[in-house]
């Protein structure tokens, strides 16, 4: 069955702000991933592992897609583990009072036989912890 992980968020805090944090390396380490090379770009790809020293998880990403203030997609996989390919997809949308930010994220159940690590319900407590803690913590304050 094929149904992406879909997590939406409200962000007190102004679209281009928002975007800003999702597309300047300087800021994404503050609450996402450490990528040094990080350029907002299509074709531009980057290698980066999760925070902390274990450094278990290689991720590797592509950029897909870009629409300023409005849209980011790019490939998200673990090179070390699998040649599946998923597919993140950040969404902006201004309410007036702030920023809808909605993922997406497909293919994830082509990796259900990598553990327990990659279940769907992994990826879900992720990303809303990524989004509901790390960057509204992090826009918000």
Not at 3 to 8: G, S
Not at 9 to 37: C, G, H, R
Not at 49 to 68: A, D, S
Not at 97 to 122: A, M, Y
Request: proline share 4%; no cysteine.
């Amino acid at each position: 069955m094929k149904t992406p992980i879909i997590v939406t968020k409200k962000i007190n805090a102004p679209i281009e702000k928002v975007w800003k944090a999702l597309t300047d390396k300087n800021e994404m380490q503050s609450w996402y991933f450490d990528i040094p090379d990080f350029e907002a770009e299509v074709g531009k790809s980057f290698d980066f592992y999760e925070p902390g020293e274990e450094k278990k998880y290689l991720h590797r990403i592509e950029i897909l897609e870009i629409i300023e203030n409005q849209k980011l997609k790019h490939t998200w996989f673990y090179p070390s583990f699998s040649d599946e390919k998923t597919i993140v997809t950040w969404e902006l949308e201004s309410d007036g009072e702030g920023t809808k930010v909605s993922l997406t994220h497909e293919g994830t159940e082509n990796l259900k036989d990598l553990g327990e690590g990659f279940s769907n319900e992994s990826f879900t407590q992720g990303w809303n912890e990524i989004i509901g803690q790390s960057l509204k913590l992090y826009l918000q304050n």
